[in-house]
Every structure is written in structure tokens, then in C-alpha cells.
């Protein structure tokens, strides 16, 4: 059984951050509002736009849908905001 090495970066762990803040910015919203989406207080939703602290995956699907985005784009597997799936 042959092992992938998979080499990561901090810039690779934290480009969801900045485009979580991207999104946000994108659709003249304050911290406060996502944050209120999420259940969570702005002080913890700003450490996510950070990168201080790992946003949970329940939260960032809810950010992609709310945005009409998919996890891809969020999470910076790809360059290309396509829509959130619909089932």
C-alpha cells in the first residue's frame, strides 16, 4: 500500500479564512450578522477570519450555502465559485 505525502503550509490551512472574510465583505455584512448565523459570539467569528481558530465544518457548510457557494471554493480547492449542490 503506497502513502500520499501531502505537504502543508500555513497559507494552504488558512486560505478558508480569507475567504470566509471574502464572502462576507462580498455581501456587505458585518461579523456580527455571520457570527449570529453561526451561534457563535463575533469575537470567536472574527478569530476564524484569522485563522486563530478553526471554524467547525458544520459551520463553514452552513457559510456555503448561505453564500451559494461550495465547500471547494471555501476551503481553497479550487479558484472557482460554482454553486452550492442542490439536491
Not at 455584512?29 to 457563535?40: D, F, G, R, T
Given at each position: 500500500?503506497?502513502r500520499?505525502r ?20 462580498d455581501?456587505d ?21 484569522l ?9 463553514l ?24 449542490p442542490k439536491?
Amino acid at each position: 500500500m503506497s502513502r500520499i505525502r501531502v505537504d502543508y503550509n500555513d497559507h494552504d490551512l488558512t486560505l478558508y479564512a480569507r475567504r470566509i472574510r471574502e464572502l462576507r465583505e462580498d455581501h456587505d455584512l458585518m461579523q456580527a450578522s455571520v457570527a449570529k448565523l453561526l451561534n457563535v459570539g463575533q469575537r470567536t467569528y472574527a478569530d476564524y477570519e484569522l485563522g486563530k481558530i478553526r471554524i467547525p465544518i458544520d459551520s463553514l457548510i452552513i457559510l456555503a450555502r448561505f453564500y451559494d457557494t461550495d465547500m471547494n471554493y471555501i476551503c481553497g480547492t479550487s479558484a472557482r465559485k460554482n454553486e452550492f449542490p442542490k439536491e
